[in-house]
Structures are given as C-alpha cells and as structure tokens.
C-alpha cells in the first residue's frame, strides 16, 4: 500500500509538472508569435528586422550572463534583470519610425478598447448570473475602476522590483476579496467561486 502511495503521488507531480510546462511553453510560443506577428503588423524593413534580431542576439546573451553570476543577490539579481528588460524595450522602440510609432499607438489603442468591451461584457454576465441589483453593479465598476488604476501605478513604478510588486498585487486582491464580502451576499459570493473554477476548468481544457 505505501509503495502504491508513493507511486500515485510521483505520478500526480509528474502530471501537474507537465501541465505547468505546458502551460509555460504555450505561453511563451502565443509571446512569440504576437512578437512576429507585430513586426508583419507595423511593416518592419530588413534592415530594421536585422537590427531587431541583433538587439534580441545582445539581450538574449546577457541575459544568460546575469542568469549565471552567482556573486549577486536576489534583489541584485532581479534589479539587473529589469534595467536589462527596460534597455531592450528601448532599443526596440527607437528602431520604429514616426509612421510606425503612431500606427503602435492605435494599435494599443485598439487593444483597450477590445478589454473595455470584454470587461464590460464580463460584467453584464455577472449582473444576470449572479442577480446583481444596479446599486451593486455600480459599486462593482468603482471597485474595478480603483484597482485597474492601482495595479497600474504598481507596474509602472520603477523604484520597486518584480518580488515587491507581486507582494503588492497578492495585498490588493486580499484587499479586493475583503471589500467583496461586504458588496455581495453569501450566495453571490459562492456563485461567483464557481463561475471561477469554472472559467480554470476551461482554460485547463484549452
């Protein structure tokens, strides 16, 4: 029985080690090609896709560098990383010409107007799902208005790392859980769980 306990609980980590892989090399092929396919989107030149692939060569080098130095710190180490990430955005964007700049910007523009639309899409599903009176609904869009601001003040803030801001994100969604169980009912609260599990179910499936 301990042996065959032992056997299912190597498999089960073995499954779940696969599944995050996977999820991390899907991740990484839609990163890459969203990449590529800006390049077609914004009409790179030759001599500009030339000089992006030097840049990515440079980045990519120096990233396995810091990667291997092990006389530096974790903050040291993710400190490092970040100018690193913020050098190569740089160079990447000064490749772009003043045509290219403006059709990035609309493009962008065009993203969150895509997200506006899903996000308010999202909550009107919520409204019906869960029965949301309107005085809830519009508490729910102040909540997310505030938090979307938050979230974004704490990745653009430069003077923190990647390990502090997660810590601030992980407080915010605490604090974001905490405001819920004021706003909703008992009963509101435990559909909206399992409109959550649902959408992870879904996503697993993918």
Do not use: P, W
């Not at 092929?29 to 840049?55: G, P």
């Not at 040291?76 to 772009?96: D, F, G």
């Not at 003040?153 to 994100?169: G, L, N, P, V």
């Not at 509101?188 to 993918?206: F, I, P």
């Amino acid at each position: 029985m301990k042996k065959l306990l032992i056997a299912l609980f190597a498999f089960s980590t073995l499954t779940l080690s696969a599944s995050a892989q996977e999820k991390r090399m899907s991740k990484a092929k839609h990163q890459k090609h969203e990449k590529h396919d800006l390049s077609q989107k914004l009409n790179f030149s030759e001599e500009q896709k030339k000089q992006a692939a030097v840049y990515k060569a440079n980045y990519k080098t120096q990233m396995q560098q810091l990667s291997k130095n092990d006389n530096i710190t974790v903050k040291e180490y993710r400190e490092k990383k970040e100018a690193l990430h913020n050098e190569q955005k740089a160079k990447m964007e000064s490749l772009l010409t003043a045509e290219q700049k403006v059709k990035m910007t609309q493009m962008k523009a065009e993203h969150q107007a895509k997200r506006q639309q899903h996000d308010a899409a999202r909550m009107d599903k919520m409204k019906t799902k869960l029965n949301l009176t309107d005085a809830q609904m519009a508490q729910m869009k102040t909540q997310h208005e505030a938090m979307k601001l938050k979230m974004q003040a704490i990745k653009q803030d430069d003077k923190m790392d990647k390990a502090a801001k997660k810590e601030k994100m992980t407080a915010l969604k605490a604090q974001m859980k905490e405001e819920n169980k004021k706003m909703f009912t008992a009963d509101q609260l435990k559909k909206m769980e399992e409109m959550k599990k649902d959408r992870k179910g879904k996503k697993a499936v993918k």
